[in-house]
Structure formats: C-alpha cells, structure tokens
C-alpha cells in the first residue's frame, strides 16, 4: 500500500464525480498493457497513471528487499532484471502456474534470510489491478470501490474466476466481468445506431484473440457467437521476427545467451514491428556482447513468416460465422479492438478476408476500457447513459460424463454430454435425463465440466453432486440433470431423483482457484511485505531504469557519456531537495529523449 501524504493527493486534475463517494470504473486488465476509466456527464474517460499516460504496462517486478515495480518503470527494470520481474501472466490466469521473482533477503532476530518470492498470474494481476486503482483515487480525489473488469470472451470459468479474485485482491468489488468484444461495442455506440446492425468484432490484443458475432436491435445487444485462441496475440508476431533475426544470424548461438540479452532482443523486436515505415522497412537494431548487430526488416517478407499465425485466426473466425449460422455477406459491419489490430498487416488481412473495411475509430488500446466504464454507469443507473439490455453466450459447452452401450453388449466409460453447447445465449436453463448403468446401482455421481472434447478427461473438470437411487435393475432408476448459467458466469447444476423426489443444488466455481474471503485476506497478509513504490519517486525510478538500460545497449564513448549523465542525476537526488532534484529531472529526461531518439535515428 502506497504511504503518501494527504497533501499528495491535492492535484490540479482532481475531479469530484457527482457529489458521490464511491463510483463504479471499467477495467480492461490486458496482456501487455491495462487501462482504467470512468463516465462523466461527457462520456467515458481514459484516467492517466501516475506518469500521467493512458497506458499501464502489464509488468511487475520486485527488488530484494520486496519493493514492487509496476507498469512503466517494471519494464524498464525487467530489461535490467529479467529474473526477478513477470510480464504476459494474463495467458496463465487460473492456472496452477507460479512465477519466480528471485529471492527477498530479511532479518529476523540478527540472522539474514532469503525466502524465494512466488507469485500466481492472479497476484501478480491483482499489483497490477491495486496500481490502476490508487492512479484513479489520486486522480479522481475520491475512493473508488467497485469495477467493472473485462475477459476475453473466450476465457472459461477458472480464467474469470480468477480474474475476479485478483480483483478483490486488489481492494476492488467486482460484481459484474464483461467480455471483452461486449465492451467494445458499447464503447463503440452501437447502442445508440438509429438501425439495427449485425457486427463481428476482431480482437487481437496481446496475447489472445477473441471473434465475436453481435447484434444489435432496438436496446437490445445480443452476442450470437464467441471464438478466439487464448495462445495467440501481438507477442507472437514479435516472436517470429525474433526467430527471423537469429536465422539470418546463423553466428549468434541463442542457446548460449543469458536472458537479459534475449529479453533485449525480444524488445528491439517489439519496436521494430510497430515502427515499419510507409514502405515496410525497418532496421532492427541490437548489441550483443558489446558489438551492434543489425537486420533489416521487409513487412512483405515479415508477413510471409507470419503465415502459421494467420491461419490460426482464421479457425476461429471461421467457427464464429458458423455458430452464429451466418456468411460474410451477412455482416454489417467489422470492428477491430486490441494493440495488435494496429499493425498494418493485421488490418489488410482483415479487410482483405471480410471483404469490407473494418472499422477502428477509437484508438484499438483504450475501446474495452472506456466500454466497461460505460458498463459501469449502466450498473450504477447513471441518468446520463441509455438504458440497454445486453445479452451474452455461453463460450463453452457445459456437461457431464456418460457411459455408453457399444453394439458388442459392453459398456465404455468417460463419454462427454453436452448439456449446454457453446454459443447458447444466457440466461440459459437445460435439462437432461439420465439412468443407471448397471444393476443394483445404488448411487449416481454427475460430474459438471467444460468443454468441447467428446471425452470427459480432456475437459475441465468443475465438480461433482453425488446422488442416492434405490437399487433396481440397469435403466430403470433415473435422474433430472438441470444446468441454470447466468450471465455472471455461475453455473448452479440441479439433481432430481425420479422415483423419491430428492433434489439436491449447488452452484459450481472452479474449485483449482477458488478463495474464500478468509483465503485472499490470508493471502494478501503473506504479501504485506510488498512495498508498491512510491508515487512521488515513481519518474526518478523510472528515469534511472531506463539510463541503466541505454547504457548496457551501448558501447564505446556512448557508454562514458551515458553514466556520467546517469552520476550526475544521482547525486542531485542524494540533496534531496526537490527544487533541485526538478531541474535535474528534466534535464536528464531531455538527456535519455535525445539519445532514444538518436538510436533511432540509427535504425
């Protein structure tokens, strides 16, 4: 928790919001960057971090002494420290997957200890969140209590579970996870088109792709179909022109590197592929080992390497025009959202596949953001917004494992049964009946999974109820298997027994993430050792990183002329005297600008 002082949260960007204490902000918790917004009476806005940009890096890293870094100045760190920061977490949310950030020393009663510093995607996403949520405080000048935070459509109940935990983790209530295209099509104004309109919205962010197929009628908002690839965004495109750069360089062994060089080269990637020229060219510039090494870049060619990954985006766009039971011609329009959509390529292969030139209005980065703000207005029943009916689907196919009778006589095990399919809108509530499969059968189990494999074991596994029948022959003693999801992703499963009536009900989270109160109030007491760095100290931090990596890229009297710039600033902050630490500031930033700039220049 951040200590400032009260005089700190004076700023000339303070905005009390309707007189009210608490307000309700939309979240777009992404892969590479996150995003917080509010609704004013002129409509949804973006609230800056504390380095006053609208974008909050997804990373997280932690020094020895348990001091956190997030956002900007964490990936400036990670360039220097790799071991001990975590980025992409979002692809691992609800896994069982534990990111190692080093080691933190401590004392206890004179003897040092080490203890290593593990954290889950959904800790390390909940800094994050506990970041973005101090920045809206400070800049609002009030408590903001609840949020709205958005999930790929694609992402199944461990994947927002465990998004909703971070979330309160963070010190948020979160009642209300919207999907990701949802968003962006209240962002959009849809809602307020005069006609009605059929739309696909494209969303390539970071690290996964979500397709999905709405509509929209009068006030009301229909999803009709959801698809997407949680394992395929922006960071595998910068991966294949990694992979480009060490093919053309066969006399680098990348094997041998240590990570910090290859987390170099990952980012030289990175700016390459968002800074193609007008004609498709640029130079990806690196040092490795104190020499400068260079690749040009062709986008013809680049484009060429990608083809693997544009067929992977054509399976779910393709599976989301067949659930929804329509063709191309059918759609009115097609909506990109993600940082990724901004690539060049990206949008002529989507232009070129739908025929039609997609609409990307609003800047790609901030749409889902500024439509779970819009969401949150609506859930508060702000006046200023109109009132609208959003409907939504099933992602995934909810249902229970079968025995089946094969033509020989025998039976096999560890069929799936499908109760609700994928793409059913919700609200939604099926039943099945189901009987016994062998004689003297004196219970039933249902075990309620997830998924869309025709074999139980590959599907997720969400629980089970246990039922008692009266034992009778094979198939003559059944139950009423009933699935009710809601559109807060809660699955309640109901069992009735035919012949005495006996019902049993539970609502069913996926028990491999799932945290009572007393578990995340445990576990944010193991975590108190965490210092989240000091807003006021957050530029000094930042500006040093960043001097430190600029250093290690470079060689000769380039390195001479940096550290003495770097001496220089440090010794200003030792007065501690913020008039001259001020001066000093900017002179230095202009210092690290002019020489980014001249790296550039290079390229």
């Known amino acids: 928790m951040l200590n400032r002082d009260a005089r700190n949260y004076i700023s000339k960007n303070k905005k009390i919001t309707n007189g009210k ?54 990936k400036e760190r990670a360039s220097l420290y790799p071991g001990s920061s975590a980025s992409v977490f979002k692809r691992d949310m609800g896994s069982s997957r534990k990111f190692n950030l080093g080691k933190r020393h401590f004392m206890d009663n ?21 970041a973005l949520k101090e920045d809206a405080e400070h800049y609002l000048g009030q ?69 999905s197929i709405l509509e929209m009628m009068g006030d009301i908002l229909e999803v009709h179909s959801v698809a997407g690839d949680n394992f395929l965004g922006g960071e595998d495109f910068t991966n294949v022109l990694v992979d480009m750069f060490f093919e053309a360089h066969p006399e680098i062994e990348r094997q041998s590197l240590e990570d910090k060089t290859l987390r170099h080269i990952k980012n030289k990637a990175e700016e390459c592929k968002l800074k193609l020229d007008e004609n498709g060219e640029n130079i990806m510039h ?21 083809s693997k990954l544009f067929d992977r ?28 959509t901004k690539l060049n390529m990206i949008r002529k292969f989507v232009a070129k596949m739908f025929r ?7 800047n790609p ?75 003297n059968q004196k219970k039933i189990r249902v075990d309620v999974l997830q998924g869309e494999s025709r074999f139980a074991k590959n599907n997720l596994y969400l629980g089970e109820i246990l039922v008692n029948v009266p034992a009778d022959k094979a198939g003559r003693e059944g139950i009423d298997v009933t699935y009710t999801y809601d559109i807060n992703s809660l699955l309640e499963v109901q069992v009735r027994v035919l012949s005495t009536g006996e019902v049993k009900k539970q609502v069913f989270k996926n ?37 430190e990596r600029l250093y290690e890229e470079s060689i000769g009297n380039d390195r001479a002329i940096i550290e003495m710039n770097i001496r220089d600033f440090e010794a200003v902050l030792d007065t501690r005297d913020n008039t001259l630490i001020k001066e000093a500031r900017k002179k230095f930033m202009k210092f690290l600008l002019k020489y980014e700039t001249k790296n550039e220049d290079l390229m």
């Open 143 to 211: 408590t903001v209590e609840e949020a709205v935070i958005s999930v790929p459509a694609y992402f199944n109940e461990e994947r927002r579970r465990a998004t909703k935990i971070a979330g309160e983790m963070a010190g948020f209530k979160v009642e209300r996870i919207i999907s990701e295209p949802t968003a962006a099509a209240v962002a959009y104004g849809l809602y307020q088109q005069d006609k009605d309109e059929r739309f696909l919205v494209f969303d390539l962010g970071g690290g996964t792709l979500d397709v």
């Open 110 to 130: 004179g003897i040092e200890y080490e203890k290593d510093m593990e954290f889950s995607a959904q800790e390390l996403s909940a800094l994050v969140l506990k």
């Open 356 to 362: 039609i030139m997609p609409d990307c209005s609003i």
């Open 511 to 547: 028990q491999s993430v799932d945290m009572s109160d007393e578990e995340i109030a445990k576990r944010f007491e193991e975590l108190a050792f965490l210092k989240i760095h000091p807003r006021d100290q957050e530029e000094n931090r930042l500006l040093l990183f960043k001097g």
């Open 365 to 439: 980065d901030e749409t889902v953001a500024l439509g779970a703000a819009i969401q949150g207005a609506m859930k508060e029943r702000n006046q200023a917004v109109k009132e609208l009916i959003l409907t939504d689907v099933c992602p995934f196919t909810l249902g229970t494992e079968v025995t089946i009778d094969r033509e020989d006589g025998s039976k096999e095990a560890g069929h799936y049964h499908p109760i609700i399919e994928r793409n059913t809108v919700i609200p939604a509530s099926r039943t099945d009946t189901f009987y016994t499969s062998y004689d």
């Open 313 to 340: 985006i054509k399976v779910p766009l393709k599976q989301s025009l067949n659930d929804a039971g329509i063709s191309i011609s059918d759609l009115d329009k097609v909506v990109l959202i993600g940082g990724a």
């Open 21 to 74: 204490k608490f307000m309700i902000v939309g979240i777009d918790l992404g892969t590479t960057n996150s995003l917080i917004a509010y609704y004013t009476q002129e409509g949804a806005k973006i609230i800056p971090n504390r380095l006053g940009k609208n974008l909050t890096p997804s990373v997280v890293s932690v020094d020895e002494d348990g001091q956190v870094y997030v956002g900007e100045t964490a």
């Open 286 to 306: 690196c040092v490795i080992d104190g020499k400068a090494v260079e690749y040009p870049v062709n986008e013809k060619k680049y484009e060429a390497q990608c």
